[in-house]
C-alpha cells in the first residue's frame, strides 16, 4: 500500500515522522475531560509552541 499522493511532498521534504506524531496525538485516547485541548496541547508541545499561549477560563 502506498502513501497518498497529497503526503509525497510533505515526505519529501521531510515531514513523514513529524506528521505521524501529530496524527497519533489526535488519535490517542483522551486522558482528560477536554480531549480538544489535549490535541492543541500535544501539538503545541511538539512544534515547540506550547510558551506560546495561556489557556484562559471563562
Known amino acids: 500500500m502506498g ?3 497529497l503526503a509525497i511532498p510533505y ?3 521531510g515531514f513523514e515522522v513529524l506528521a505521524k506524531e501529530l496524527i497519533a496525538i489526535t ?3 483522551p ?3 477536554d480531549p480538544d485541548r489535549e490535541i492543541v496541547d500535544g501539538w503545541a508541545e511538539k512544534l515547540g509552541l506550547s510558551r506560546w499561549y495561556v489557556w ?3
Open 3 to 5: 502513501i497518498p499522493p
Open 11 to 13: 515526505q519529501a521534504a
Open 27 to 29: 488519535r490517542a485516547e
Open 31 to 33: 486522558a482528560t475531560a
Open 56 to 58: 484562559k477560563t471563562p
